[in-house]
């Protein structure tokens, strides 16, 4: 079994899908991604030949192909999966990067971390328990993530008699919470990762399913989330200044374009100052152009000579994210060492840091059934909960549910430089939705 070769120029002409897994302990999540990657292909013949090797050792006649992607020794033993594994593949029709994250609830932040540049998350259900805590959990933790797309795979159909009743008892029960946590799309597919039904081919064994297997969907579901679409901004990384014989005059500013799109002659502020100025050119890759969108390296010109640093954020005049010291955020901590009321952090917006202090904890979520703990006093690792930072200079922070690059921030140690917290500012959760259909010639999409 051989990747896929693919030109350079069919792989341009693809667009490309970030997508994760989550699943509670047992219920095959390995197995269903090494199912997608040993049918669609892109397993490398000596990664099968290790996977048959290791196999055989252990007494078993077929290959498990959960071991494709459980690449830590530990998590070889135990049979789990324990950190992020990331693996890239591609079709005729899309590019794939694929996070697998854990399942159990001490890896939350695993899961965070790999969802939170996810535009889909394709969340594991085993037909026999249904929907049980972790499920909700990797629900809550999609919503809370603002994932556009979310798929309910539920798996060892097999094991139920690829029963329809069994499917759309689950179903039914998953789209129902998901949608109440404002997730906008849901879509159901019953699978079986061991024998291969609807993962890449349909099955044969559920002629009462007429929806699109997993790898159909990842590759004709929409990616939404255009940041050329979304309100413009331009974190600045550096400010270059030659001040050669060639160019004595030179001042640009060098960044990537977090989001949206920058044109010759718009008028832009500059922040947290609020400066307005204009734009007088943009230069990329040596070049001289009228427009620029995001995610391109770019240098902006500006007509006039502002006081402009690393940190500093470029945005339409017209269209400027509120500028506050005082976030209000949710944050999943991943440290080890807790977070405190009191306690003084580092705040990473975009290319900007600054010294903050955590003003309050007001609550920590429980995401088994999303209670409320007021007033925790600390966080803990794996912890999600709602804190108040003050900064000591002013940031320009949208709202997470408007820009997942420009709303969201890290809490950081002073002292070490360790990660202490992913931030996502503003609500927790989307308002609740009605769920969306993602076939319309689909009888099961949720």
């Known amino acids: 079994m051989t990747t896929p070769i693919l030109s350079a120029e069919q792989l341009s002409a693809t667009t490309l899908l970030r997508f994760a897994t989550a699943g509670s302990v047992d219920d095959g999540k390995s197995t269903l991604v090494g199912r997608l990657l040993h049918d669609s292909k892109s397993v490398l013949t000596d990664q099968l030949e290790a996977v048959e090797q290791v196999s055989l050792s252990r007494g078993q006649e077929a290959p498990d192909l959960a071991l494709l992607t459980d690449g830590l020794r530990a998590e070889r033993e135990q049979g789990i999966t324990i950190d992020v594994a990331y693996r890239y593949f591609a079709t005729a029709r899309r590019r794939f990067i694929l996070a697998d994250t854990p399942g159990h ?16 998350a394709v969340v594991l259900v085993d037909a026999r328990n249904g929907v049980v805590e972790q499920t909700r959990r990797h629900a809550a933790v999609a919503a809370l993530l603002r994932v556009p797309h979310v798929v309910l795979a539920v798996n060892k159909m097999d094991l139920v008699d690829y029963a329809e009743p069994v499917f759309a008892s ?11 946590l404002g997730v906008p799309e849901i879509t159901a597919i019953p699978i079986s990762a061991l024998a291969g039904d609807n993962v890449v081919e349909p099955s044969a064994h559920m002629d009462w399913y007429g929806g699109p297997t997993v790898l159909e969907h990842l590759e004709t579901v929409p990616v939404s989330h255009d940041l050329t679409a979304c309100h413009a901004r331009f974190p600045v990384q550096y400010v270059i200044r030659p001040q050669t014989a060639e160019h004595p005059d030179y001042r640009g500013y060098a960044g990537q374009i977090a989001a949206g799109v920058f044109r010759v002659g718009e008028a832009v502020s500059v922040l947290p100052s609020g400066r307005t100025t204009t734009i007088t050119g943009i230069d990329a890759l040596g070049e001289s152009v009228d427009i620029a969108w995001a995610p391109q390296s770019v240098t902006l010109r500006l007509a006039d000579d502002i006081d402009i640093s690393r940190g500093d954020l470029i945005a339409p005049a017209a269209d400027v994210p509120p500028v506050t010291r005082d976030v209000q955020a949710t944050v999943c901590h991943v440290a080890d060492q807790p977070l405190s009321v009191g306690q003084r952090v580092l705040l ?3 290319t900007r840091t600054v010294k903050a202090i955590v003003k309050d904890i007001p609550s920590r979520l429980t995401l088994d059934d999303l209670s409320q703990h007021p007033a925790p006093g600390q966080l803990v690792a794996n912890d999600i909960g709602r804190v108040v930072v003050r900064t000591a200079e002013p940031l320009a922070l949208d709202t997470y549910a408007d820009s997942r690059r420009t709303g969201s921030f890290l809490l950081i140690d002073p002292a ?3 990660t202490l917290s992913a931030g996502m500012a503003g609500t927790a959760f989307a308002a609740a939705t009605e769920p969306v259909v993602a076939d319309d010639d689909a009888e099961w999409d949720f």
């Open 105 to 120: 609830v001490q890896y939350t932040r695993n899961m965070v971390t790999g969802a939170s540049t996810a535009e889909l």
């Open 170 to 180: 689950i179903a039914e029960e998953f789209t129902a919470y998901a949608a109440s």
């Open 348 to 350: 990473k917006h975009t």
């Open 416 to 418: 070490d430089g360790t």
